[in-house]
């Protein structure tokens, strides 16, 4: 075994001698200078990364960027110009930097040439961040919140936020703030400051609320806008809020108009307009709910050819002691109504607005038979006492005048074919 050993050893020697003298006669060991690459005579390649710092010091700049294989330097430029050559490191500080966007770059070198540009990079110095603007509090928009917006400012890095003297939030971010615990339901002064690195900017201030009454400051708000020209009310979904009334003839029309003239133009509305000869034409607004223990205005744009009369009551069929408004007023009485309400609304022929606060309470004693202001002779009477309006007194909504009944009526002349033009009918709760 020992002998066969030996002989494995003595052949595996002999062929690994054969083999290196075969390939030494090929020339492989021979060393061949036309395999050797070429001296470099070109520049470095450019910084692959290259960065300036932004906002994120108050008295300079720091630029950095990786080191590039083959440089033996580094040259920076600021804004078009040279701002350090032959760096050695790879970052730098401007400290003559300024607080607005600067654009910088760097090129690489060598005892053979330049780089390429680096990509370029905008830095800036922060500053004291400017008062901030557009800063507003709402209004009573909403039940229970306060919702606070202002335009972002520059330089500010977070934002606090004041109601009165208590800070709501000293590290505010964005542009919104909505104040939704405890807000205040009468007006409260919000303030905001910015705030930045290197300071505080001056306090903006705004007053807002909240109002838990908000759902009943808009009861009623019925404009025309949208609907179809000659669309008759009723096909437009008003019964129930909207009505019409020609007690004499039935004959009424209503539908909507575009009115082009009087600086109105592509203005809709809605047209009340009647057909026959000596009768009333009333816009009847029903279907509204106030709110106990409030008070409300009546607003309108009308135009009309001849004055129409105001009719506020707790119910249709209720005398003037009932009304909402001031009655009798200017003295007009007639006979069948039993009590008119305030007349002369609108112009003749132009767009105007008529407003009326609501309601309020007379200490006049209630018209039991219209003969009291009809002399024997046939005619009206004017009674001055029951036409004072400082009988009247401003008052708030009782359970009994929750859903009142209101008119806004044309009593007509005869032959006198005429009618009204509404719009933006509205009722608001006062505060």
């Known amino acids: 075994m020992k002998n066969f050993k030996i002989i494995l050893i003595s052949v595996l020697a002999v062929l690994t001698l054969a083999s290196c003298n075969e390939l030494e006669q090929m020339g492989i060991f021979d060393l061949d200078e036309t395999y050797l690459p070429d001296a470099r005579i070109d520049g470095p390649e450019s910084p692959a990364t290259f960065i300036a710092s ?4 108050c008295d300079k700049i720091v ?3 990786v080191p590039t294989a083959r440089a033996s330097g580094y040259d920076l430029y600021k804004s078009g110009a040279i701002l350090a050559a032959d760096l050695t490191d790879t970052s730098y500080v401007d400290m003559e930097a300024i607080s607005v966007d600067t654009e910088y770059w760097v090129v690489a070198k060598n005892a053979k040439g330049e780089s390429e540009d680096s990509t370029f990079a905008i830095g800036r110095m922060s500053a004291v961040p400017p008062t901030p603007t557009n800063f507003s509090a709402t209004d009573g928009e ?3 919140k306060v919702d606070v917006s202002w335009d972002a400012v520059d330089y500010a890095k977070y934002y606090i936020l004041k109601r009165g003297d208590v800070v709501l939030n000293d590290s505010v971010v964005g542009t919104g703030y909505s104040d939704s615990d ?7 002064e919000y303030s905001l400051i910015a705030v930045s690195l290197c300071g505080e900017s001056d306090e903006v201030t705004d007053m807002g609320y909240a109002d838990p009454l908000v759902a009943f400051s808009k009861p009623f708000d019925v404009n025309f806008e949208g609907a179809a020209e000659g669309s008759n009310m009723e096909d437009l979904g008003f019964l129930g809020a909207y009505g019409w009334l ?9 539908e909507v108009y575009v009115d082009g003239g009087n600086g109105n133009g592509g203005i809709k509305y809605g047209h009340f307009r009647q057909t026959g000869t000596n009768a009333g034409l ?7 709910t106030l709110l106990e223990g409030q008070r409300y205005e009546l607003s309108f744009d009308i135009k009309t050819e001849i004055p129409v009369t105001l009719h506020m009551r707790e119910t249709a069929d209720q005398q003037y002691l009932q009304y909402l408004i001031p009655s009798n007023e200017n003295g007009n009485i007639k006979n069948d109504r039993k009590g008119t309400g305030i007349v002369g609304v609108g112009t003749a022929g132009e767009w105007t607005t008529y407003t009326q606060d609501f309601p309020y ?3 006049q004693e209630p018209i039991d038979q219209v003969d009291d202001f009809r002399g024997k002779d046939g005619n009206n009477h004017v009674d001055t006492g029951r036409d004072n309006q400082a009988l009247w007194s401003p008052s708030t909504i009782t359970a009994a005048q929750t859903t009142p009944h209101i008119e806004i009526f044309l009593w007509n002349a005869a ?4 009618g009204i033009s509404i719009d933006n009918v509205k009722i608001l709760l006062l505060k």
Do not use: N, R
């Open 54 to 57: 932004y906002d994120e010091y």
């Open 63 to 65: 630029l950095s960027w």
């Open 142 to 144: 909403y039940e229970s």
């Open 182 to 188: 405890g807000a205040p339901e009468d007006e409260t």
């Open 246 to 254: 020609d007690e004499h003839t039935g004959e009424a029309l209503v």
């Open 282 to 288: 009333g816009l009847i607004i029903t279907g509204v």
């Open 361 to 363: 309470v007379t200490s």
């Open 415 to 418: 032959a006198v074919q005429t």
